[in-house]
């Protein structure tokens, strides 16, 4: 079972940053995507930033250039370093892991990955 537990969310104006954190145990290497959602009420939930299987990185076009995703193997711990925050980044942030296709979108549907954290709010205004 991998278990994924993020932190790090809350409330910042606008033009700030926070850093989202995700730890994870279990048997993580059963994933080779493990990356960042995010959801708002009444909407899918999006991908933000994900380790994709290749080992690159991809993002979301609304985060570029401001989001930087990072993981530290050894403590198996992802990192979103969310920068020059707007009040359209306010959502329920969640950590995911799964293996998904190599269709160039399945990186950021939700539907391709298999365990998820609870969630973290971040809220900008």
């Known amino acids: 079972h991998v278990q994924l537990v993020e932190s790090g969310g809350g409330s910042v104006q606008a033009g700030g940053s926070l850093r989202l954190t995700c730890a994870a145990s279990g048997r993580t290497s059963e994933y080779y995507g493990m990356g960042w959602f995010r959801q708002v009420p009444g909407k899918e939930r999006e991908g933000v930033a994900v380790?994709?299987?290749?080992?690159?990185?991809a993002y979301a076009d609304s985060v570029k250039g401001r989001f930087i995703i990072s993981k530290d193997n050894a403590k198996n711990v992802l990192y979103l370093q969310m920068n020059s925050l707007k009040p359209e980044d306010t959502a329920v942030y969640y950590c995911?892991?799964?293996?998904?296709?190599?269709?160039?979108?399945?990186?950021?549907?939700?539907?391709?990955?298999?365990?998820w954290g609870q969630g973290t709010q971040v809220t900008v205004s």
């Open positions: 995911a892991a799964g293996n998904p296709s190599l269709y160039p979108n399945s990186w950021k549907t939700w539907s391709e990955y298999d365990v």
């Open positions: 380790f994709r299987g290749d080992g690159k990185t």
